[in-house]
């Protein structure tokens, strides 16, 4: 069964950077589409990157500008999300989610979910 595993989040002030780690394991993942999404208590979880099984990579919001980048070494069976010039706004419980070779914009197509790393963006 395929198992994924968030870490690296803490407190960080805004303007700060961080990289974000999925580690995965379980048979066949190099099929699966890997996806970063978060969460604010009392809001939506929503996506913010995901690369395919193919290596095609969709951004979502300020990953579009280049915030949050996502990349994949499957060597080291891990995930990454680099986040630059991070705001207050950032602070949120990020989760990676796989499913099956593609990516999807809702987080409902995804049969995998870690538990969550907390990011925290403070002055």
């Known amino acids: 069964q395929l198992q994924l595993v968030e870490s690296g989040g803490g407190s960080v002030h805004p303007g700060g950077s961080l990289r974000l780690s999925c580690a995965v394991s379980?048979?066949?993942?190099?099929?699966?589409?890997i996806a970063w999404f978060r969460q604010v208590p009392g809001k939506e979880r929503v996506g913010l990157t995901c690369?395919?099984?193919?290596?095609?990579?969709?951004n979502y919001g300020d990953a579009v500008n280049g915030r949050f980048t996502i990349s994949r070494d499957n060597a080291r069976d891990t995930i990454y999300l680099d986040i630059t010039s991070l705001k207050l706004e950032d602070t949120a419980v990020y989760y990676c989610?796989?499913?099956?070779?593609?990516?999807?914009?809702?987080?409902?197509?995804?049969?995998?979910w870690g538990q969550g790393t907390q990011v925290t963006v403070s002055s």
């Open positions: 989610a796989a499913r099956l070779l593609v990516c999807s914009l809702n987080g409902r197509d995804y049969d995998t």
């Open positions: 690369h395919s099984a193919s290596g095609a990579i969709s």
């Open positions: 379980g048979s066949n993942y190099e099929s699966d589409a």
